[in-house]
């Protein structure tokens, strides 16, 4: 539907912004409604939701997956060091890369994408602590996420 690519490209945009000097912060989330009738009818009839009771994404094998339709926002302040320091605020990260990709989720189409997408990050990353965000991890389907874990071990 594109609300995802955008979410990317706003916090990948904020970031170039940001190094680039053309700006010192930038905030950038989105919110989602899943209590929409219209959604909740076409995931429904799609055979996307949930059907047995809650159980996180790891504990779903052998029960069906589906979603667990939710509403939920998420934001992000961006923001040069410099100017974080300068009004007395500590840095809690360094975004170093903003990378996206899709895959059809066949075969081994998602591992293959996750790993070339690793080539390319891991390169900026420095030792120490390193987290990497993926969708992936919270689909709420079957094995995508233990085939994102095995692309690399942070």
């Known amino acids: 539907m594109g609300e995802e690519q955008s979410g990317v490209d706003a916090v990948r945009i904020a970031h170039a912004r940001i190094q680039a000097g053309q700006s010192d912060i930038a905030l950038v989330g989105g919110a989602h409604n899943g209590e929409r009738h219209d959604l909740l009818m076409l ?8 059907k ?5 994404v790891w504990e779903r ?35 170093s ?41 919270w689909s709420g389907t079957r094995d995508i996420g233990r085939t994102c874990l095995s692309c690399r071990r942070l």
């Open 97 to 137: 890369a903003v990378l996206s990709d899709r895959s059809n989720r066949r075969g081994d189409t998602t591992k293959t994408t996750l790993t070339r997408m690793w080539s390319t990050l891991a390169p900026q990353l420095s030792s120490g602590h390193t987290a990497v965000i993926s969708g992936a991890f």
């Open 61 to 95: 094998a052998g029960r069906g997956g589906g979603m667990v339709i939710a509403s939920l926002g998420a934001f992000l302040v961006l923001e040069a060091r410099e100017h974080a320091l300068a009004r007395g605020a500590k840095p809690l990260a360094r975004l």
């Open 52 to 56: 047995d009771s809650f159980a996180p």
């Open 43 to 50: 995931y429904g009839f799609g055979g996307h939701v949930l």
